[in-house]
C-alpha cells in the first residue's frame, strides 16, 4: 500500500509550493517506507525528479520547490513488485515523455509491455507500474487505454507533451481524493491528508473521493475536464493490505513538519 499525493497551482497562488508539497509528503508518509520520491514543474519547462530509497523522515527537510512550480507529484513507496534496490523502479516512475506515480499493482503489466512492443524505461526495471505510463503515453490522453489494466489503481502523471495538464486517475481497490481551493486543487490517498494541507497552507479545500474509474485533469489550480473510464472491478487482492505501513514515519514527519512550519 503505497502513498501519493500532489498538487497544481495557479501562478499567481500564493501557497508556499515548499510547504505543501512537505505538508504531503509528511501527511501520507505512514504508507510506505521503502522508498520516497517527488516531481515538479514549472511552466512548460521540464519535469524534475528526485527519489531516494528510504522513509519519508530522511527527505522531509531536504524538500525544494520553487515559488514557480505550478506542478508537484509526491510518493512514498511500499513496494510489491520491482524491488526498490533498483532505483528506476522507484516513484516517480518515467516513461518516455511521462512521469507518474501509482498506488496499487498491476497484474498484467508484463502481458501489456509485451502486446504493445514496449520497451522497459530502463533495461533493470520491473515494477509494473510503467505499464500505466507506457500506455498513457502511447494514448496521448485517450482515457480508454485505461481500460487495459487489471490490478488496483491510484495514479497521476505528468506529460511533458502537455505542458499545462496533471492527470489523476482512480481505478479499483485504491482510495483518492480531491481537494479544491482558490487557485489551487491537492490530491492524496487520503481525507486526512488534504485536512494536513489546509492546516499548514491555510487554505480550505472543498473535499471529494474520486468514483472508481475517473479521470480528472488539472489545469493552473482548476479541474480542466473529467473523463469515465471502465476499469476492471472483478480483481480482487489475495491479501487486503493495511494503509498504515510505516506508523513511526507518519508519526516522526507530523512532528518535523510543525517545526518545518515555524521557521
Known sequence: MCGIAGYSLDAESGVDRTLAAQSLLAAIAERGADAVGYAWREGGGEIRVHKQRSGASALLDHVEVPRTASQVLVHVRDYTKGHPTIAANNHPVRHGAVV?????????????????????????MTVDSEAIFALAEQAEGRVEALEELRGS?????????????????????RPLWLGQ???????????????????????????????????????????????????DVSFREETALPAVRAPQEGAFCLKRLAALATL
Open 100 to 124: 507518474g506515480i501509482h498506488n496499487g499493482i498491476i497484474v498484467n503489466d508484463e502481458e501489456i509491455m509485451s502486446a504493445h512492443r514496449f520497451e522497459r524505461a530502463e533495461p533493470e
Open 181 to 231: 481551493g482558490r487557485g489551487a486543487v491537492f490530491f492524496a490517498s487520503t481525507r486526512l491528508a488534504l485536512e494536513i494541507v489546509e492546516r499548514y497552507t491555510r487554505r480550505s479545500l472543498r473535499k471529494q473521493e474520486l468514483a472508481v474509474g475517473q479521470l480528472v485533469a488539472l489545469r493552473n489550480g482548476k479541474v480542466a475536464w473529467t473523463e469515465r473510464f471502465r476499469p
Open 153 to 173: 489503481m491510484a495514479t497521476a502523471w505528468l506529460d511533458e507533451r502537455r505542458p499545462d495538464l496533471l492527470f489523476v486517475a482512480r481505478g479499483v481497490g
